[in-house]
């Protein structure tokens, strides 16, 4: 080829680039793209939470009913109900019905009865006028008449008879006031220790045996923004026929709760490991199916994933995810598989590939 024909190839050349140059460059501009940010992909792990709620109350150990232990008439009324009592307070003082007094006295004649006899039949036994059955037969009723004589004694039946606080404790329930006549057992007034306070709380079936004793869990009050570190003593196996819900009781810190109060219980009673992603980083199908995108080599690429749990704004899942490979965040809902995307803020982004 001579000198001339290559340089009019060569201008051919140089003419045709020219005039494609335009065209190319309109093609890169057009090229679908989605402005993005991306996150790196972490494996972790997720509390598996279940939810309940109760009612604060003593714990079987720390709360006591106090009853009447004679029939009798109430006298004065120290306790209120809500009030904070020490150890040997005194709540309430019963004086003795009228029947409880002439059964005392008549305990009292029995004795002094029972023991003449011992006495007598003693001596009648000294001089062989008497067996060593009947001395014995004489024995036990002074000791049956001493022995009823006490019981009344310590029920209040000589006289008034304070009921006092057995341990520091909150009144919770009182049932008496100041010239009521109760009969013996009646419920006077509940008590609840302080120290020994539970949230008896509900769960729902499907979730009840997911909870053992010994589960953390923290627990708020109603109204409060407070959660309080807590754990579970009891996990039901039953549904109450009432509620249907399964009874679990959830032990308190002192002085963090009140009796009565409402609260609600967050019992962790497992660990879920998988990639833990921020929430906005699942995406929905129309077929409901979830998703991620992730970015490889500035490419998008959509991988179907299971969410297993999730807490506050995370989500555990799991897929055939590239460990490597960036999350998108924003502008992932706009990706379709094979696009190119660009980054909104490259100087941030780390873990794309």
């Known amino acids: 080829m001579s000198g001339r024909t290559l340089a ?59 009853m009447a232990p004679e029939s009798a008439v109430v006298g004065t009324v120290e306790a209120h109900l809500g009030q904070r009592v020490r150890h040997g307070a005194p709540l309430v003082t019963l004086l003795p019905s009228p029947q409880t007094s002439v059964a005392y006295q008549r305990a009292k004649s029995a004795l002094m009865v029972a023991r003449n006899l011992v006495k007598s039949t003693r001596k009648l036994f000294s001089l062989h006028l008497a067996t060593i059955q009947q001395l014995a037969q004489a024995r036990k009723a002074q000791s049956d008449a001493r022995v009823t004589l006490a019981a009344l004694h310590a029920s209040g039946a000589a006289g008034a008879y304070v009921l006092r606080a057995p341990f520091p404790a909150i009144v919770t329930a009182l049932s008496v006031h100041s010239g009521d006549i109760v009969s013996v057992g009646s419920a006077l007034l509940g008590l609840a220790a302080p120290s020994r306070l539970v949230l008896a709380a509900g769960v729902v079936p499907s979730q009840a045996l ?31 026929s009432g509620s249907g819900l399964v009874p679990a009781q959830i032990a308190l810190p002192p002085g963090k709760f009140l009796p009565g109060e409402v609260a609600v219980a967050r019992i962790v009673t497992a660990r879920v490991p998988g990639y833990v992603v921020p929430h906005r980083a699942v995406l929905v199908d129309k077929r409901g199916a979830t998703y991620v995108v992730q970015a490889l080599d500035g490419i998008a690429h959509k991988v179907p994933v299971r969410v297993l749990d999730f807490e506050s704004d995370k989500d555990v899942i799991s897929g055939a995810l590239d460990p490597h490979a960036a999350l998108v965040l924003s502008g992932n809902y706009q990706l379709e598989n094979g696009m190119r995307i660009r980054l909104a803020d490259p100087a941030r982004t780390q873990g794309g590939k």
């Open 8 to 66: 009019r190839a060569v201008c051919h050349a140089l003419l045709v680039c020219l005039a494609l140059s335009p065209v190319l460059a309109d093609a890169a501009a057009t090229s679908p793209s989605v402005l993005v940010t991306l996150t790196r992909l972490k494996r972790g792990a997720l509390p598996h939470v279940v939810t309940a709620y109760g009612t604060v109350r003593a714990s079987n150990s720390g709360g006591k009913v106090l």
């Open 210 to 240: 997911e909870v053992h004793s010994g589960d953390r869990a923290v627990v708020k009050a109603a109204g409060s923004n407070q959660w309080v570190s807590a754990h579970v003593v009891m996990g039901g196996a039953a549904a109450g």
